[in-house]
Antibody
């Protein structure tokens, strides 16, 4: 069974940093692209980042480019999202997702609140 | 960026009713269109990918169609467990973009 479990969320002040983690199991992690998708409270979904199987290629929307960094450790079947220079508009639930083109499996999400 | 517009934003329907949800792209997305279901308090779940391919384990009452800029998700016979918000996603070009969602409730 595919399982994705996020961790690392919490309350952080504007301008500070936070690193999210996603532990994967139930599939060969190194064979799949992975992604982060977020959802602001009571809002829609926004794709945040994608990483290739080896980690050599990464993709971001302009809203987070230069501030967020997606990475992975295939030996640990883990995905990460380093978030720097956080803004109030980054407040959201962050989901880790397996990417088979489409997002075929999702974690339960972790909440990040950016507030002073 | 490609804009995705879903309609209606809110839909109330009866059990057993045929339901149609729409998603319109601001430009041709070449059938790279997925549908996701999100129940209250849960993570989104993939229903359909590449316009009309049913994801593993999804009931056959769900189907998708469309081309170019216009896409549709159909539930052939609405069930109580289908109450959720439905989002479309285009993967034709970066940045991938979601629609704003259609909230489906029982009448």
């Amino acid at each position: 069974e595919v399982q994705l479990v996020e961790s690392g969320g919490g309350l952080v002040q504007p301008g500070r940093s936070l690193k999210l983690s996603c532990a994967a199991s139930g599939f060969t992690f190194s064979n799949y692209y992975m992604a982060w998708v977020r959802q602001a409270p009571k809002k829609g979904l926004e794709w945040v980042a994608t990483i290739s199987t080896s980690g050599s290629r990464t993709y971001y929307p302009d809203s987070v480019k230069g501030r967020f960094t997606i990475s992975r450790d295939n030996a640990k079947s883990s995905l990460y999202l380093q978030m720097n220079s956080l803004k109030s508009e980054d407040t959201a639930t962050y989901y880790c997702a397996r990417q088979e083109g489409h997002f075929d499996y999702w974690g339960q999400g972790v909440m990040v609140t950016v507030s002073s | 960026d490609i804009q995705m517009t879903q309609s209606p934003s809110f839909l109330s329907a009866s059990v057993g009713e045929r339901v149609t949800l729409s998603c319109k792209a601001s430009q041709n997305i070449n059938k790279y269109l997925d549908w996701y279901q999100q129940k209250l308090g849960e993570a989104p779940k993939l229903l359909i990918y590449n316009t009309n391919n049913l994801h593993t384990g999804i009931p056959s009452r769900f189907s998708g169609s469309g081309s170019g800029t216009d896409y549709t998700l159909t539930i052939s016979s609405l069930q109580p467990e289908d109450v959720a918000t439905y989002f479309c996603l285009q993967r034709n070009s970066w940045p991938w973009t979601f629609g704003g969602g259609t909230k489906l409730e029982l009448k």
